[in-house]
């Protein structure tokens, strides 16, 4: 589901400049000119080091989100309303596991293998959306979750699946593919509540101003304080900027929140139609950086449920793994 | 912190972990390659991979994650490892290959001589 428009980083701004010292400029030239071409780099091509380091990021980081994002949906599988929302939600669930799966691979053919991936997740090393470290309170936040997060997410994901990294770029692909039903989906239970009875409509209404902030948080800081965006763009690391993915975002859903006669918990929010630009208040970017740091409401806990699951599971693991299949591989080919 | 909203979650009791938890390399065991099959008599078509223990599992795996939307009838899968492949840097070892038009249909003229024949014999 989620691409989570913004990908942390905190090694320090300063990269650029002396991680391409170290690269053959004659291989970077050549190197650059392919993506400008429109080519897809692939595994075993060369790269620069920082363009790995920063697609290991972000395709981990992207991994670490779909497997995360699963929780505060799935916590409300047992209490769906209706066996059809349930069997819905199931599939919905499970397809962000898998989804997950496709990522890591994707990662692994950077080179770093899936057991570290998973280790520097556990110690919180690396990232994951920070909305995901909001509670689902309600089943109302289970739609708003469903319909634009996933919304937000497909925003992101569809500008990254034109990249320039082949084994991403396909993962996006299908991964896109399944994202539209679970848009159709959200969307659907969205409508379902906020045609409803007053309550369903308080209920909804309620989760709505409770995600809001999140949501708004979701493409990352302003692109005016938001540093090194450009060398990424040029490699088409990054395809779009945060400001950019935050106002298509606008553009496509606020008008599809606002003819149900619900309301968004911001008096500024509108669309300039001079520069067909949104405006709204900014948003409290303190509160979004403490949260990345663990200080939110849910980080513990999400933590703490993947470390019980690795901790429990680890016994099937080992049970499973037979002694002559134990050679480790190489990487994934594709 | 506050109580988890799930009754699953409370169960776990998970505040008791002393936090700490890591896995070693090699416990996600081995990558097997996914080959997906559209229709009988189709080609198997690579579409990714699953980490798995064994072949058996793999293809439970690749079940689930490609063959759960869309039209499927068949799988394949084959450790990652089992693959031999070029070096990518080797590529231009085929560069002549289209340059080689005697392989091809098109690289031989015969209505061209048909053509000259048929015009000298009348």
New interface residues.
Partial sequence: MYGGGYIYDDSGRSWQQEEQLQDDPVKLAAFEARIARGEKI?P??WMPAEYRRQLIRLIEQHAHSEIIGALPEG?WI?RAPGFKRKLALIAKV?DEI?HG??LY?AA?TLGK????M??DL??GKSKYSNVFNY???TWADVTVIGFLIDAAAIVNQVANAKGSYGPYC??LE?IC??ESFHLKQGHDAFIELATGTAAQKAMLQDALNRWWQPIMHFFGPPDKVSAHSEKLMQWKVKMASNDDMRNQFLDAYVPKIWELGLTLPDPLLKKNTDTGKWEFSDPDWDLFFEVIKGNG?CN??RL??R??A??HG?WI??A???QE?????????? | ??E???P??NR?R??N?D?????????????F?VFHQEKRGAHHE?V????A??AN?ALIFAK??FG??KKCVNLWVV???D?L?F???DEDMFANNPDKTYRDASGFKVMDKINKFKAQSK
Avoid at chain 2, 19 to 31: A, K, L, M
């Fill in positions: 692939e075993g091509d916590t047992t499970q898998g799966q496709l691979n692994e293998s899936r057991e570290a998973i280790n556990l110690s509670p689902a309170e396909r993962a299908r593919y399944e409401p513990k806990e703490d449920v470390k019980w690795e901790e680890r693991r080992k499973l793994m037979r299949e134990r050679e480790r591989t190489a990487l994934p080919v594709a | 912190m506050n988890s909203l799930d699953r979650v776990l998970l505040n972990s936090g700490s938890f890591s896995i070693e390399e090699g416990e996600n065991w081995n990558v390659e690579h990714g991979c699953v980490h223990p064994d599992l689930e994650q759960r939307r450790r990652s490892a693959i492949a070096d990518l840097e």
